[in-house]
Every structure is written in C-alpha cells, then in structure tokens.
C-alpha cells in the first residue's frame, strides 16, 4: 500500500473507533500450574529419582552373590556335569535353551545365565562382580578350579588326537621307506 493510501484511510479513522474495535476481554487460562505447585511436582519427581541407580545395583548385587553361591556350592560330579552344560552354552548351543535358560528361576540356570551375561562382558554383572571384593575372590578360586577340571576332561582328547598324528606320521614314514 503506498504512504499516500495509508494518510487516507488512517485519517478516516477516529480514536474513539480505534478503542470500540481492540477487543478488551481477559484472558481466561486453563489448566495452569502455578509456580508453588511446580515447586512441589519437581520435589516430587526429584524424591522418586533420589536413589535410582543404587536401586539398580542392588538388583545385580543380588544376582551376583547368588549365583557365586551356587557356583561354589557345587560338588565334584556336579561341578563336572554343570561344566560340560556351561562349555556347550557358552560355545553357541541351542537359541531355544538360551531363551529357557534367560527366563528360568532355577539357581543353576541363573548361574549359567550369569556366566554368559559375564562372557558376553556385561558392565552391570561385571561391576557388581568388581564391587564385592569376597565375592570376586571366591568366584576366581571357582573359576581356577573349573579351568583345572575342564582341561583334565579334555586331555584324554587331546591325547588320543596326539596318537593318531603320531601313528599316521609312523605309516606315512613305512610307506616312503617301502616305495624305495
């Protein structure tokens, strides 16, 4: 609109019409909060959260002091029988018993469950384990001691391994010194 334009129409216009066209209604809010009340919702929310973390913890404190207990607690041949259970779990067994396994209430299966979650290097079961200082301690002891029988178990393996090998070098060796 040009300045020329603007003159005509302003100058048409009185003030006293200026004021009868501003509407000069209140501005009704709802659902306002007012300042006490977000105070007191904050403080609210702040109670809830105090706490949180240490709650977590506790939860895989708990988890780990449980399933320590039922790994030491183990027995010569039960040891063995769980260790051969762990070997193939841990090696990529059946999906179907990881899910049963996750899920299971069962000592010995949270035990397990707590061995893949500490393979798998999960930081809550880990720092939990780290913690616990006894718990850390009695859980090494058991896993030196898994170590030794997992190797005995397999050194009959290994040793039979060792003799085919042997026994194929002694034919290969027949069979060179028979064709000369």
Request: charged share 35%; net charge positive.
């Amino acid at each position: 609109m040009p300045v020329d334009d603007f003159e005509s129409v302003a100058a048409d216009i009185t003030p006293a019409q200026l004021t009868k066209s501003v509407v000069r209604k209140r501005l009704r809010k709802t659902n306002t909060v007012t300042v006490g009340e977000k105070v007191t919702i904050k403080l609210e929310k702040r109670e809830l959260s105090v706490g949180r973390r240490v709650k977590s913890r506790h939860k895989y404190d708990d988890l780990v002091a449980q399933a320590v207990g039922v790994l030491t607690s183990l027995e010569r041949e039960d040891l063995a029988c769980f260790l051969r259970r762990a070997v193939n779990f841990l090696q990529g067994g059946d999906p179907v018993e990881w899910a049963r396994v996750s899920q299971s209430s069962e000592p010995s299966d949270r035990a397990l469950y707590f061995l893949e979650q500490l393979e798998r290097g999960e930081d809550d079961i880990c720092e939990a384990l780290r913690r616990n200082e006894p718990l850390c301690g009695a859980f090494q002891r058991w896993r030196n001691e898994a170590n030794r029988i997992v190797v005995k178990a397999a050194w009959p393996a290994v040793r039979k391994e060792a003799e085919k090998t042997a026994l194929r070098r002694k034919l290969n060796a027949l069979r060179r010194s028979s064709r000369t």
